[in-house]
């Protein structure tokens, strides 16, 4: 009995995997870009002959709203949709399947267009945009023969050698296959040329910079200058003082109304001025009759007097200002002035009587005016023509002192001489003494 038993189960389980039926509803779909006819085709399986396949696209539980084993379906906007496949087989089996279906975007392509100007580079940018999802590729035809693989990625350069009419074209990918192109038209107008002057780069000093650019019946709308920093500077013909000698990067980015722009760099030195020092014999102020000597010391080019004479050394006897520009090795130029003041020089008033009794008044012999002459000696004798006071440089300071004392009271006799510039001029004449 047991092994009858046995017997029979093991045949069941024979019979039963001989006769179990593939039977499973699946579909796959292709298309899947938005505006795209997006094909559902099912991938069922079924060892009997299936009857019926029946689309459930609105996801609503109800079959029916497209049948057949491949059908077409627009969906209304990218996005994630659940559809649904029912199939039925000749002995009306069922079974079905719900699977997610992805509608990608249909990116949106357009480009930006810089520099549209004969025999410079025109930019074409990419500025397209997707709702999800990333551009990943990109094609040009930027020489319209209608075949986009001129170039490919976001950015897009072409040197047009004429003006005229252009046309250019992009095409995008997205990452998920969708695709969309655009063709723009412009014009391509005369190049400008930028280029410019510099005058004085000297250290301690204000330089200016010049626009030279050649333009073609064109006007710069925006001058962008950078001089030696990353500060802009919209002028036409900036300055910039110069604290330091040095190298510098100059550049200037020039725009026309055409939305030409051209850009030039230039490397310029910053020189030192030049090292130098003026000796003035004397003081600048002085009497007449005498004069100053302003001489030029150190390693310069040439020295310009504002009397126009163009010597290192310079004799000045007449009051006024006075300018001196010098130019050093390097070019570079320093201008320095100085204010020459002649006094007049007036004959001397001789003081005929000294009180030396320290009231304050004729305490000292004074002699007025003698300050402007390069010398002044004075001697004073006595009725019998002892000497009693000499000096060779007077400054009006003799309070009749002599021999640790005061000389008597009396007529003295004096005799001064004022010289100037090997000019001497004597004076004689009488000195009362009253205590």
Known sequence: MHIKKAFFIITLLIINSIFVRAFNADFKYYNTCFGDKTILVSTSTSTNVIISYQWDINN???????????????????GIYKVGIRIVNDINDTDFIYKDVLINPIPK???SIVNPCKDNYTYFTDISTIASGTVASFYWDVNSDNIINDSSGSVCKYLFQDTGMKSVSLKIISLMGCADSIKKTFYINNSANADFTSIRLCKDDTAKFHDNSILNNDFILKYSWFIGDSVEINERDPKRYFT?????????IIQTNNACIDTISKQLEVKPLPDFDVLLSGSTTFFEGKSVTLTVTGVVDSTIWSTGELTKSITISQSGEYSLEVVGTGTCKHVSSYTITVLPLYEPVIHNIITPNGDGINDIWHIENIEGYDKVDVSVFNRWGDLVYSSNSYKS??????????????????????TINEDTKTYKGTLSVIK
């Open 60 to 78: 609503n539980g109800v079959f029916g709203d497209l049948m057949g084993d491949s059908v077409v379906f627009s969906f209304p906007e990218a």
């Open 109 to 111: 392509a357009d480009f």
């Open 397 to 418: 300071d003799w309070n009749a002192s002599y021999s640790g004392g005061i000389v008597p009271d009396g007529s003295y006799f004096y005799v001064l001489k004022c």
């Open 244 to 252: 330091l000698e040095g190298m510098y990067d100059i550049s200037l």
